[in-house]
């Protein structure tokens, strides 16, 4: 049988792919961006990241190149960032020129550059004006939105209180005493916590970060061209989003019928009466899908990250026990038993601060950051990063850096501490980002980790049979999200 055929076909495809190799190579040493390893033709650096290991692989990868260097997602070049220094001279010095919104392919099947998370230019900066300046009318750094918050604390004590010392995965009822605080910005009131609606929605929400923060959501983010068309678990986000826009968009219809121009009730009439004003202007960001993302991003925002952090923040005092027997001795001495905490208490309370903000560092929540992208061709450290370029701040990496933190591997209150023991800042405390693209919701997101901390650890003491130590303790540091190991605790009554 002749098989000279078979020899020859083989032949070409291997000309042809060293030729494809060499054009790639040289096209690819011919730009002046930063350095990094060889891309493969068409896969990028996907070889180069361990699966299920993403941020792991990112980190080594700086250790070997540098703090700033260059990765191919695919046939896409995206300049990774990972030190303080790196990311404060992008972020805050050249803040203009980094202000973009990158590609996040497993969010951007839903978004499509939707929402004040995910727009760019004047659409993105009227959303975010526009959102600050509602979230503000509603509370959000003022004694409206503490109101709130204490009166879902004292919701959840009571909602503790019914497991009368029963071990319980606090998951559920974190996210839901969080998440109650953006209903009642958003749609204007709060969910009993057995409500099934609530449930469901809630479970879809962390379905989609989770899902992201897998090794499918990885691989999505790195490959969209393939895994767009590759059968898998990734293929449940857009499923899970649809089903929360339905959810929205019921509330935004139950709004209309009743919405008042002079006297919005919530964020959706607001948005509502704007469209209104504006729906002569076919140019204005304020239209339904607008609207739909944007709430869904202060979901996804202000939701997951907050009780997350309180996750790894009980899970932390369970290792720690000495540190909450401080807390509770602050508490006790500054608070007392009979009456709440406030804010206001907040600036008599340094070590629970430098707690809060050291269970923020070492959680570390978003390790990756949302990726930021460059408005035009920009020059960095010597090097030419082309308009459109996808930028990856790594947060991990600024909240992990020794030139910022004495341990920077372990828990330790003393980072946020004067010798005198009065609460002091630090340049290197970046879990909400910096810069144009700072997350909107950090003065809101701080009162809750305060004001459900301490609400917390003033009616109860923390305890768990499950035999934690402390490398319990330690981000898994997988993907987009980072997740605390599941545990089991009990709150005995004080």
Not at 71 to 84: D, E, R, T
Not at 207 to 229: D, I, K, R, Y
Not at 464 to 489: C, V, W
Request: charged letters at 20%.
């Amino acid at each position: 049988m002749d098989t000279s055929w078979l020899w020859t076909l083989l032949l070409c495809l291997l000309i042809s792919a060293m030729l494809i190799y060499s054009t790639w190579n040289k096209m690819y040493r011919k730009r002046n961006l930063p350095p990094g390893p060889t891309p493969i033709p068409l896969f990028g650096n996907v070889m180069q990241i361990k699966r299920g290991e993403m941020v792991k692989s990112l980190i080594e990868l700086g250790k070997k190149y540098g703090d700033i260097y260059t990765l191919y997602f695919g046939p896409s070049p995206v300049v990774i960032l990972c030190s303080y220094r790196a990311i404060k001279e992008a972020l805050i010095d050249q803040a203009e020129e980094f202000s973009g919104r990158g590609a996040i392919p497993s969010f951007d099947q839903y978004f499509q550059g939707y929402g004040v998370v995910f727009t760019n230019g004047e659409e993105w900066k009227n959303l975010r004006r526009f959102s600050l300046s509602t979230l503000r009318n509603f509370g959000m750094g003022k004694r409206g939105i503490e109101e709130r918050i204490k009166e879902e604390a004292q919701f959840l004590v009571a909602e503790i209180k019914s497991y009368k010392e029963k071990p319980f995965d606090p998951t559920n009822i974190l996210v839901q005493c969080v998440s109650n605080v953006i209903c009642s910005v958003v749609f204007g009131n709060r969910f009993e916590y057995a409500n099934k609606d609530f449930q469901n929605l809630l479970s879809l929400f962390q379905s989609v970060f989770q899902e992201t923060s897998s090794s499918w959501g990885q691989l999505l983010n790195m490959l969209p061209a393939v895994m767009n068309h590759v059968p898998g678990p990734h293929k449940n986000i857009i499923r899970d989003m649809n089903k929360l826009e339905d959810f929205v968009l019921q509330r935004v219809k139950e709004n209309e019928k009743t919405v008042d121009p002079n006297s919005p009730r919530d964020l959706i009439d607001s948005f509502l009466i704007k469209m209104q004003q504006e729906n002569k202007n076919p140019t204005s960001p304020f239209h339904m899908k607008n609207l739909i993302a944007t709430i869904l991003s202060i979901f996804f925002a202000g939701t997951e990250t907050v009780s997350t952090t309180l996750r790894h923040g009980f899970l932390i005092l369970l290792i720690h026990p000495e540190i909450e027997a401080k807390l509770q001795e602050e508490i006790d001495r500054v608070v007392g038993q009979n009456r709440s905490p406030t804010i206001e208490d907040r600036n008599k309370m340094p070590y629970t601060d430098a707690v809060i903000h050291e269970i923020q560092r070492l959680s570390d929540v978003i390790p990756m950051n949302v990726p930021h992208l460059v408005t035009k061709d920009t020059k960095f450290r010597g090097y030419t990063i082309p308009k459109g370029t996808n930028i990856y701040p790594l947060l991990c990496a600024v909240l992990r850096d020794p030139e910022q933190f004495d341990t920077p591997s372990k828990f330790n209150p003393n980072h946020f501490l004067d010798d005198k023991g009065c609460f002091k800042s630090n340049d290197g405390f970046m879990p909400f980002s910096t810069g144009k693209r700072i997350c909107l919701g950090e003065g809101l997101a701080r009162m809750e980790l305060f004001l459900f901390l301490t609400n917390i650890l003033q009616n109860f003491k923390l305890h768990s049979e499950s035999g934690l130590t402390e490398d319990n303790i330690a981000p898994k540091m997988k993907g987009f999200a980072n997740y605390p190991t599941s545990y089991q605790l009990s709150f005995i009554p004080r």
